[in-house]
């Protein structure tokens, strides 16, 4: 005579909950776990929107402590901070509003002249509301001729150039950055060219937008940039005879030595040795 087989009862739904929470990683859930994850995922996806992709970002450098002090000189408290300097990465389509037509009016004029839009802009980033092209150098002056003279474009103000120093952005140390607006659409974006601090050297915006004479002319002499072409690149704000450009995140804190009361106080990056 055969045993009737009995049938295990059912646990309450709050053990269900919390056997499923038990499941270590790589482990298979108990019966009856898997199914009541699947139903509350659904009913969850049903009121949370999907997340929107991420913007990779592209790291520069790595800091830590703070206020530029290192081993038993800090006093400050913070020698255990570490933190990341990124910038925001290239962007993927659409990048929303006029965005897309810009670039799309752009590609069209650089494809038709035979330099090609993928060989002139190395990428595109939309942040915080801002277009940006990061253009290759050599091809500088075509993007900015297309950019003020095509009609659907028509950026024909340049806000003018300034510079940034990212010493760890090996290759790329140097970037000339330009604001361009469109009076006649009512646009503005900007413009972006990197360059090894081994070779510094930018094409000369001057003959396409004159106002950036003295622009550039402030940019080498705080930056180093070299801007090619330009009708009297000479330094604007230091003297002629000064060494370094004074901008540069690597230049000394610099100062005088001051004389008081018969002792000499050094200049500040000269008191106290930091790395």
């Not at 482990?27 to 999907?50: H, K, M, W, Y």
């Not at 028509?154 to 950055?177: I, K, M, N, T």
């Not at 070779?199 to 940019?219: F, G, I, K, L």
């Amino acid at each position: 005579m055969t045993e009737p087989t009995s049938t295990p009862a059912t646990p309450p739904a709050g053990e269900k909950a919390d056997a499923a929470a038990a499941v270590k990683p790589g482990e298979p859930a108990p019966a009856g776990t898997q199914r009541t994850s699947a139903a509350a995922l659904e009913a969850g996806s049903q009121n949370v929107p999907a997340a929107a992709p991420r913007t990779p970002l592209e790291v520069v450098d790595v800091r830590t402590g703070m206020f530029g002090v290192a081993g038993t000189g800090d006093t400050s408290g913070f020698g255990g901070l570490v933190r990341t300097v990124a910038m925001p990465g290239p962007s993927e389509r659409p990048y929303g509003g006029w965005f897309d037509e810009v670039v799309d009016v752009l590609a069209e004029v650089l494809d038709e002249s035979g330099t090609g839009y993928a060989a002139a802009v190395e990428s595109v980033v939309v942040d915080r509301g801002d277009l940006t092209l990061n253009v290759a150098r050599e091809h500088l002056l075509e993007v900015v001729r297309a950019l003020r003279d095509d009609p659907d474009l028509r950026f024909e103000l340049s806000l003018g150039v300034s510079g940034v120093h990212f010493p760890h952005d090996e290759g790329r140390e140097l970037h000339a950055v330009y604001h361009v607006v469109s009076v006649t659409h009512g646009r503005r974006l900007r413009l972006e060219v990197a360059v090894p601090d081994a070779d510094p050297h930018v094409p000369s915006t001057t003959a396409v937008y004159p106002a950036n004479d003295w622009h550039e002319r402030e940019t080498w002499d705080f930056f180093g940039i070299v801007f090619d072409g330009h009708p009297g690149l000479a330094r604007i704000q230091m003297p002629d005879d000064w060494p370094g450009h004074p901008q540069r995140k690597d230049y000394p804190l610099g100062g005088i030595p001051v004389e008081y009361k018969g002792a000499t106080v050094p200049p500040p990056d000269q008191r106290r040795s930091y790395s």
